[in-house]
């Protein structure tokens, strides 16, 4: 077993401990019959061991074995393999004050508003350079998003989440 398969073993193993481990303590949550507050810990804990149980399946599985290299010249387009997006530091760092500011003013200005500000700027945030923004369709986006999320606790969930400046209003 090489170096690779030993490393994705472990991680099988930890993953499929840690999943078991979440398993029992969601077993031991108080529950009803139907869906409860104890279904989806069990659910997660369910999904997890499943994903362990797939990672320890890698493991065992045998590694692909590298395409042989041929004697007939490639073409230069196909010899050479696109270049892998890199995440610039920028971008991070726009991302983490975007989310830093979305959690500094959800309850004065509301949830309603600060979450059509944060995605219609984090869609701008993550429009590639090179690449034209569609501020209208961002922009549609986030409203129909923070409407539709807003409604969704406020009925059928029946939490509410900070109204803010629109208190007023809903």
Same mark, same amino acid.
């Given at each position: 077993?090489?170096? #690779?398969?030993? =490393? +994705?073993?472990?991680?099988?193993? %930890?993953?499929? %401990?840690?999943? $078991?481990?979440? #398993?029992?303590? %969601?077993?031991?949550?108080?529950?009803?019959?139907? !869906?409860?507050?104890?279904?989806?810990? =069990?659910?997660? %804990?369910?999904? $997890?061991?499943?994903?362990?149980?797939?990672? @320890?399946?890698?493991?065992?599985?045998?590694?692909?074995?590298?395409?042989?290299?041929?004697?007939?010249?490639?073409?230069?387009?196909?010899? +050479? +393999?696109?270049?892998?997006? !890199?995440?610039?530091?920028?971008?991070?760092?726009?991302? #983490?004050?975007?989310? @830093?500011?979305?959690?500094?003013? $959800?309850?004065?200005?509301?949830?309603?508003?600060?979450?059509? !500000?944060?995605?219609?700027?984090?869609? #701008?945030?993550?429009?590639?350079?090179?690449?034209?923004?569609?501020?209208?369709?961002?922009?549609?986006?986030? !409203?129909?998003?923070?409407?539709?999320?807003?409604?969704?606790?406020? +009925?059928?969930?029946?939490?509410?989440?900070?109204?803010? @400046?629109?208190?007023?209003?809903?």
């Amino acid at each position: 077993m090489n170096t #690779l398969n030993k =490393k +994705e073993l472990i991680i099988g193993i %930890a993953m499929l %401990a840690a999943s $078991l481990t979440y #398993l029992v303590l %969601a077993q031991q949550l108080p529950g009803h019959e139907g !869906v409860d507050a104890a279904t989806v810990p =069990k659910l997660l %804990a369910g999904l $997890l061991s499943l994903l362990g149980v797939m990672q @320890l399946f890698s493991a065992f599985a045998k590694p692909k074995a590298a395409a042989e290299p041929t004697t007939a010249v490639q073409p230069a387009a196909e010899a +050479e +393999e696109p270049a892998a997006d !890199v995440v610039e530091p920028k971008t991070v760092f726009k991302t #983490l004050g975007l989310i @830093l500011g979305y959690m500094a003013l $959800l309850g004065p200005v509301g949830f309603p508003i600060m979450t059509v !500000v944060y995605l219609y700027l984090q869609f #701008l945030v993550l429009t590639p350079v090179n690449q034209k923004a569609k501020h209208l369709t961002h922009l549609l986006i986030a !409203v129909i998003c923070s409407a539709l999320i807003f409604l969704l606790f406020r +009925e059928a969930f029946d939490l509410l989440l900070p109204a803010g @400046l629109l208190n007023n209003f809903i």
